[in-house]
């Protein structure tokens, strides 16, 4: 090993070795409630180099903003400096950090134009001298990027990046970077894994949790600036005056760190809410409530964002209730909230029961003939794929297909169908492969990114929506690597170019050690984890195949009931001679959404990605795989596969233990609690990757008639086991 890293290593061993004692023998236990801004001591050496540089900080403190950028990086620097730095109102030492803009600073006024290049919520972070003194700049145009460099620096601190040289331009590449919290006002939080709903209604608007700014803090640590607070199946009560002075509440909680709230809005609130008969968009009453309601609603919250809207899905009322389509229901709420400034985003996950077509393509059906009809004020919200946030899926064949609407992207943080808070699964490697998928819709190269980003077609309205995993669990999100989740989703979410290695390097770094001996395994196990869960769960394009409603553990066997598009068998089609739902023409035909050059690849069995295989063909068992397999022993390999790159992981987290005595070899990096918490839930995790190992095969073999390939051991228990098992108290499950 060389001997700078040597050194590195044994300062992060040394210093988590402390910090380790602090920790066990005091009542700061690492329960993972600080998140990713732990702010543990640096090294000596580099802390006692750091405090040299930011020996005094400048920074104003005129407005809720800047003081939370201030307290900020006292908090920050005091936690990995080992002392509170020294604030002044201008530097009197050698160096110093200058944070502002340029109405608050001298220093910073001359970098306006700069400023005004990187936008709204840019910043930029320079290393230079300036009246003999070595100072580093935070600086932006608005007090909102200055709290983002404060947060950049930090995490520079924290991961242990040089300052040397520091030359710094961000701006966010898409406007609105959105948390959808799936609750209900009852604290349930469908598809929540992770306790109870954060927002406490009960206790608002006079109980302002401390929580709620700590919730700001680490939104706005990754650059997300919304957050629609109720579930999309929405309770038109949202709407009501009464919880409307609570969501001011959080608004006004929210607010100095960027956050907008949002609300989703029940289409037929005017009926429920406002005695109406009807709530047809055409409605001039209609239209008079929801001008109304909006005008009421922007009394209590003068910077609220917008609605979201789920409308005709899953039951959910909407304008073709009226023969009305999409667009006039949108524009409805649209033109109320445009006086304001707000928005409207709409869902385009919609598939109704009545429509025999396959539902992945229905819509596309719904909304491509709509490009062009919604106000300037929509920005219509697809899901990444065109089913539903499954394991794998290709990306959604609207992204690219309506030139005329801004398009927005909505990724699952909340692992639905991923094996909810207790398997390791980073999705980073999921959002990054729908990203940077190539839609082709403008030629080679017209990446989803670059829609999203609206660099495509030149829409400025942008955004991004992650489904929120967070509840009032401990840990926020039911588990320690959860968190990774909803951190890569904010850093794609500003920007959706980056590299989710790279996101997952700095989580680690700052969740656990900046110690390259435990970033690596850790980012090891991360990047490895998606495809793991796809082997044991959905391999080779196959897809939900979860159990019914909770959709906890593996239910291929899942047939009828209440629609056919809810089942199991609807989706794997497997039968005699193979498995798989022909997409092509000569099926549902589902890939002729896509660009020519991508349904042509899809459409080719001999050339569709085989981690796509069987989303878009129908494939006989025998069919030559590129391992020179044939399909059946490749399924059941690829199960098996699944399995042990679970106990790959758990061989991994092992050698991170603190406490297994003959593993001393490596530094004391993790805490025994969040280690041991981790360990248990990589147990359950590679126990129930077994149990859809075993649960799949069993039940696949059963149509196949096939042997198992040499070397695959019989599952332990007839298929009829598996069938009879029941969860009815799942977590999560909607209602
Ligand atoms: C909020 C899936 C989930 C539902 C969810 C729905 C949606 O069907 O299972 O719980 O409802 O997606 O995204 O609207």
């Given at each position: 090993?060389?001997?700078?890293?040597?050194?590195a290593?044994?300062h992060?061993?040394?210093?988590v070795?402390a910090a380790?004692l602090?920790?066990?023998?005091?009542?700061?236990?690492e329960?993972?409630?600080?998140?990713?801004?732990?702010?543990?001591?640096l090294p000596?050496?580099l802390?006692a180099?750091r405090s040299?540089?930011?020996?005094e900080?400048?920074?104003?403190?005129?407005?809720?903003?800047?003081r939370?950028?201030?307290?900020e990086?006292?908090?920050?620097?005091?936690?990995?400096?080992?002392?509170?730095?020294?604030?002044?109102?201008?530097?009197?030492?050698?160096?110093?950090l200058?944070?502002?803009?340029?109405?608050?600073?001298?220093?910073?006024?001359p970098?306006?134009d700069?400023?005004a290049e990187?936008?709204n919520g840019?910043?930029?972070?320079?290393?230079?001298?300036r009246?003999g003194?070595?100072v580093?700049?935070?600086?932006?145009?608005?007090?909102?990027?200055?709290?983002?460099?404060?947060f950049h620096?930090l995490?520079?601190?924290?991961?242990?990046?040089?300052?040397?040289?520091l030359?710094?331009r961000?701006?966010?590449r898409?406007?609105?970077r959105?948390l959808d919290h799936?609750d209900?006002?009852?604290?349930?939080?469908?598809?929540?894994?992770?306790?109870?709903s954060?927002?406490?209604w009960q206790?608002l608007p006079?109980?302002?949790?401390?929580?709620y700014?700590?919730?700001?803090?680490?939104?706005?640590?990754?650059?997300?600036n919304?957050?629609?607070?109720n579930?999309?199946?929405?309770?038109a009560?949202?709407?009501?005056?009464?919880y409307?002075?609570k969501?001011?509440?959080?608004?006004?909680?929210?607010?100095?760190y960027?956050?907008r709230?949002?609300?989703?809005?029940?289409?037929?609130?005017?009926?429920?809410?406002?005695?109406l008969?009807?709530?047809?968009p055409?409605?001039?009453g209609v239209?008079?409530?929801?001008?109304?309601?909006?005008d009421?609603i922007?009394?209590?919250?003068?910077?609220f964002?917008g609605?979201l809207?789920?409308?005709n899905?899953?039951?959910?009322?909407?304008?073709?209730?009226?023969?009305r389509s999409?667009?006039?229901g949108?524009?409805?709420l649209?033109?109320?909230?445009?006086?304001?400034g707000?928005?409207?985003m709409w869902?385009?996950f919609?598939?109704?029961?009545?429509?025999p077509?396959?539902?992945?393509?229905?819509a596309?059906?719904?909304?491509?003939?709509l490009d062009?009809a919604?106000?300037?004020?929509?920005?219509?919200?697809?899901k990444?794929g065109?089913?539903?946030?499954?394991p794998?899926?290709?990306?959604?064949?609207l992204?690219?297909?309506?030139?005329?609407t801004?398009?927005m992207m909505?990724?699952q943080i909340?692992?639905?169908y991923?094996?909810f808070?207790t398997?390791?699964?980073?999705?980073g490697?999921?959002?990054?492969?729908v990203?940077?998928s190539?839609?082709?819709a403008?030629?080679?190269g017209s990446?989803?990114?670059?829609?999203?980003?609206?660099?495509?077609?030149?829409h400025?309205?942008?955004?991004?929506?992650?489904?929120?995993?967070?509840?009032n669990?401990r840990?926020?999100t039911?588990s320690?690597?959860?968190?990774?989740?909803?951190?890569?989703?904010?850093?794609?979410?500003?920007n959706?170019?980056?590299?989710a290695r790279d996101?997952a390097?700095d989580?680690?770094?700052?969740?656990?050690?900046?110690?390259?001996?435990?970033?690596?395994?850790i980012?090891?196990?991360?990047?490895g984890s998606?495809?793991a869960?796809?082997n044991?769960m959905?391999?080779?394009?196959?897809?939900h195949l979860?159990a019914?409603?909770?959709?906890y553990?593996?239910?291929?066997?899942?047939?009828?009931?209440?629609r056919a598009d809810?089942?199991?068998?609807?989706?794997h089609?497997?039968?005699?001679?193979?498995i798989?739902?022909?997409?092509t023409?000569?099926?549902?035909?589902?890939?002729a959404?896509?660009?020519p050059?991508?349904?042509a690849?899809?459409?080719?069995?001999?050339?569709?990605?085989e981690?796509l295989?069987?989303?878009?063909?129908h494939?006989p068992?025998?069919?030559?795989?590129?391992s020179?397999r044939?399909?059946?022993?490749e399924?059941i390999?690829r199960?098996a596969?699944g399995v042990?790159q679970v106990?790959a992981m758990?061989k991994t987290?092992?050698t991170?233990?603190?406490?297994?005595?003959?593993l001393?070899?490596?530094?004391?990096?993790?805490?025994?609690e969040?280690?041991a918490?981790i360990?248990?839930?990589?147990?359950i995790?590679?126990?129930e990757?077994?149990?859809w190992?075993?649960?799949?095969?069993?039940y696949?073999?059963s149509?196949?008639?096939?042997?198992?390939?040499a070397?695959?051991?019989?599952p332990?228990h007839?298929l009829?086991?598996?069938?009879?098992?029941?969860?009815?108290s799942a977590p999560?499950?909607?209602r």
């Amino acid at each position: 090993m060389p001997a700078a890293r040597l050194v590195a290593r044994c300062h992060w061993s040394a210093v988590v070795l402390a910090a380790l004692l602090v920790f066990t023998g005091s009542a700061r236990a690492e329960d993972g409630y600080a998140l990713w801004m732990r702010y543990v001591p640096l090294p000596s050496a580099l802390a006692a180099e750091r405090s040299e540089q930011l020996q005094e900080i400048v920074a104003p403190d005129g407005t809720p903003t800047q003081r939370a950028a201030r307290e900020e990086l006292v908090r920050g620097l005091t936690g990995l400096l080992g002392h509170a730095p020294t604030l002044r109102t201008t530097i009197a030492g050698d160096s110093g950090l200058i944070l502002g803009t340029p109405q608050t600073s001298s220093l910073i006024a001359p970098l306006q134009d700069e400023l005004a290049e990187l936008g709204n919520g840019g910043y930029l972070i320079r290393r230079m001298r300036r009246d003999g003194r070595d100072v580093i700049l935070v600086a932006a145009r608005q007090d909102i990027g200055v709290l983002y460099g404060a947060f950049h620096l930090l995490r520079m601190l924290q991961t242990g990046a040089p300052l040397d040289r520091l030359d710094v331009r961000e701006s966010p590449r898409v406007a609105l970077r959105v948390l959808d919290h799936w609750d209900n006002l009852d604290g349930y939080v469908e598809r929540g894994y992770a306790g109870r709903s954060l927002w406490d209604w009960q206790s608002l608007p006079e109980w302002r949790d401390p929580r709620y700014t700590d919730y700001a803090r680490a939104n706005a640590s990754i650059g997300i600036n919304g957050a629609v607070l109720n579930n999309v199946n929405a309770s038109a009560w949202s709407l009501a005056p009464d919880y409307l002075v609570k969501a001011a509440a959080l608004a006004d909680v929210l607010r100095p760190y960027g956050i907008r709230v949002y609300l989703s809005a029940r289409f037929s609130a005017p009926i429920e809410l406002g005695g109406l008969t009807t709530a047809d968009p055409l409605d001039p009453g209609v239209q008079r409530w929801w001008q109304r309601k909006v005008d009421e609603i922007y009394s209590y919250i003068p910077d609220f964002g917008g609605f979201l809207v789920k409308a005709n899905s899953e039951g959910q009322p909407g304008p073709q209730d009226y023969g009305r389509s999409h667009a006039e229901g949108a524009n409805l709420l649209a033109d109320a909230l445009a006086p304001h400034g707000g928005v409207v985003m709409w869902r385009a996950f919609v598939y109704a029961h009545d429509v025999p077509a396959d539902r992945t393509t229905q819509a596309y059906t719904e909304f491509k003939g709509l490009d062009g009809a919604f106000r300037r004020n929509v920005i219509v919200q697809a899901k990444n794929g065109p089913l539903d946030f499954q394991p794998r899926e290709p990306f959604h064949p609207l992204f690219g297909a309506m030139p005329r609407t801004p398009l927005m992207m909505e990724f699952q943080i909340t692992k639905e169908y991923l094996g909810f808070a207790t398997h390791l699964v980073y999705l980073g490697p999921l959002y990054e492969e729908v990203l940077q998928s190539d839609t082709h819709a403008r030629g080679p190269g017209s990446t989803v990114a670059q829609v999203i980003d609206g660099t495509l077609e030149g829409h400025a309205l942008t955004g991004m929506a992650g489904v929120a995993n967070i509840g009032n669990d401990r840990t926020w999100t039911g588990s320690h690597f959860d968190q990774a989740n909803w951190y890569a989703f904010g850093r794609l979410a500003w920007n959706p170019h980056q590299s989710a290695r790279d996101i997952a390097a700095d989580w680690a770094a700052m969740t656990f050690s900046p110690d390259p001996a435990v970033v690596q395994p850790i980012v090891d196990m991360m990047m490895g984890s998606r495809e793991a869960a796809v082997n044991y769960m959905t391999p080779l394009g196959l897809h939900h195949l979860m159990a019914r409603g909770h959709h906890y553990g593996p239910g291929p066997w899942v047939d009828g009931g209440p629609r056919a598009d809810w089942t199991s068998v609807y989706y794997h089609r497997a039968d005699g001679s193979g498995i798989g739902f022909d997409r092509t023409a000569s099926g549902s035909n589902a890939v002729a959404q896509y660009a020519p050059a991508v349904a042509a690849r899809y459409g080719d069995i001999n050339q569709v990605p085989e981690a796509l295989l069987l989303w878009f063909h129908h494939v006989p068992w025998d069919h030559r795989m590129a391992s020179g397999r044939p399909l059946w022993d490749e399924l059941i390999a690829r199960y098996a596969q699944g399995v042990r790159q679970v106990q790959a992981m758990q061989k991994t987290w092992a050698t991170l233990n603190p406490v297994e005595p003959g593993l001393a070899r490596l530094p004391l990096a993790i805490d025994p609690e969040r280690h041991a918490q981790i360990a248990a839930y990589l147990n359950i995790q590679r126990r129930e990757a077994q149990w859809w190992r075993d649960a799949s095969v069993s039940y696949f073999q059963s149509i196949s008639s096939r042997p198992l390939p040499a070397g695959e051991s019989a599952p332990p228990h007839p298929l009829l086991y598996y069938q009879s098992l029941q969860f009815p108290s799942a977590p999560g499950d909607g209602r």
